[in-house]
């Protein structure tokens, strides 16, 4: 009965120090709306007001102020809104992020939720672009969209919406179509990131292209519709990216006109789309050619079917790759490797026969197929130690195993998950020929780069 007792103080305790913390954030936040002079009805965005400036085209945007950046973590209220990102990388990372500068072009689906969590992660500014307004059919997969904000111009929805959660962050929406003439006003100001959630070829082409060119950090979203399995979603380079019919078109694209032919990060589904675009049916009922209705050119008519929690898990992912990114937090995303279970045993047999070849006993080595998976897809990716550069993707990479094997990093030591590197047959003789001093004195670089990776796996396995 005593312990019970003991038992409920402590909760009771507990219970009444957070309401109290509550309580005096609340006064405090209350307080500084005040002095600011700020009300209900003053605080609500006026959408006319918003709309204040327009180009020679017709197109609306709203400038954000362009002083440099406070330190918003001084905030006591901002601090406290941001205290789990603060504990999860540190202060000086979420300053980093707090200090950054985002552009999201496209917001639908996937850059609403993708803007939406930069927002609440402390992205300090955010320019928003994208020229469509949101449509009854778009809630069923937008972040923040309600019914009040059918027909409103997404960007100015997302504006609306974001200065009632984090209305510190400087936020710029500009209701206008991405391309060549519009290209400056959105890439200038030397943003940190830039993410693609076009739909359109001919528009992310050109914007994966112009960031190429100026150098700048984009992450591209690839298809999200007709799509079901959201644990096949991965972020690979743009070369690795399979099953998925708009991927395939930007890589030739890029490639043919841009002469870019990979470097670019995206997201992407391994899933194949479970349906198809849907016919295109005119005012009579019939079918009839999608282009005739087309309002911008190259855009898109016909409806595809979307699962609305797909593309919001793009988005989250999107906006989790930018803001590790922007903190300086490493993470190592899992792996596009085409091998299944048959292929890492086919792995582990051939390591057992080569050590008994060459060591006269298996005895020593001491990984299991499930290792031996770790090792060849988390470590070397599926590929050479001596060449990880991005070539056999897809079927490719399935086949490449006829060619692969696991042998010790150091001959010295047992072959053990810190001591297997993956390299091609040909390849064996001259590495096992070689000691580990041979190697740092001849190939420093490659000799550092496995070093560093193998060091990861006795972090992971705690060796």
């Not at 005593?2 to 109290?20: C, D, P, Q, V």
């Not at 789990?84 to 985002?102: A, C, H, M, P």
Request: overall charge negative; charged content about 30%; glycine content about 6%.
């Amino acid at each position: 009965m005593e312990e019970r007792l003991k038992l409920l103080a402590l909760l009771g305790a507990g219970t009444f120090i957070g309401s109290l913390s509550t309580f005096t954030l609340l006064k405090l936040l209350n307080r500084r709306i005040e002095d600011q002079g700020y009300s209900a009805e003053v605080a609500r965005i006026d959408d006319r007001n918003m709309l204040s400036e327009s180009d020679q085209n017709g197109c609306f945007y709203h400038r954000m102020d362009t002083q440099e950046m406070p330190d918003l973590l001084k905030d006591e209220i901002v601090s406290e809104q941001l205290t789990r990102n603060i504990q999860f990388f540190g202060l000086d990372s979420q300053k980093r992020v707090t200090e950054s500068y985002v552009v999201v072009i496209g917001l639908g689906g996937v850059g609403s939720h993708a803007a939406s969590m930069l927002l609440r992660s402390g992205v300090g500014r955010l320019l928003l672009v994208d020229f469509d307004q949101v449509s009854l059919s778009s809630l069923n997969r937008h972040a923040v969209a309600t019914r009040e904000d059918v027909g409103m111009p997404k960007a100015l929805c997302l504006k609306k919406h974001f200065s009632k959660i984090f209305p510190e962050c400087q936020v710029d929406a500009q209701v206008l179509l991405y391309d060549s003439s519009s290209e400056e006003r959105i890439l200038s100001g030397n943003p940190d990131f830039v993410l693609d959630c076009i739909d359109n070829i001919d528009t992310k082409v050109a914007l994966l292209a112009a960031c190429v060119r100026r150098g700048l950090k984009v992450l591209c979203a690839t298809g999200a519709g007709a799509r079901a399995d959201p644990t096949r979603i991965r972020i690979a380079d743009l070369r690795e990216s399979t099953n998925d019919p708009l991927s395939r078109s930007v890589r030739q694209r890029l490639k043919r006109d841009h002469g870019i032919e990979g470097g670019i990060p995206v997201v992407f589904s391994l899933e194949k789309p479970k349906v198809k675009l849907l016919p295109f049916k005119g005012l009579s009922g019939e079918e009839e050619n999608p282009s005739d209705y087309q309002v911008v050119p190259g855009f898109r008519v016909r409806i595809i079917p979307v699962l609305g929690s797909v593309p919001a898990i793009f988005g989250q992912i999107m906006a989790s790759y930018v803001v590790t990114k922007l903190g300086g937090l490493q993470v190592e995303n899992e792996p596009v490797v085409s091998f299944d279970m048959e292929h890492y045993r086919i792995l582990h047999q051939r390591l057992i026969e080569h050590e008994e070849l060459v060591y006269g006993t298996a005895n020593e080595v001491q990984v299991d197929v499930e290792e031996v998976m770790y090792v060849t897809k988390e470590l070397w990716r599926g590929r050479s130690a001596k060449d990880q550069s991005i070539k056999d993707v897809g079927r490719a990479m399935w086949r490449s195993i006829n060619e692969l094997m696991l042998v010790r990093w150091d001959c010295t030591k047992p072959a053990s998950v810190s001591n297997l590197i993956l390299v091609k047959f040909d390849e064996v003789d001259e590495h096992e020929s070689m000691t580990l001093d041979d190697i740092r004195e001849k190939e420093p670089e490659f000799f550092q780069r496995v070093s560093d990776v193998l060091k990861r796996a006795s972090f992971d396995f705690d060796l």
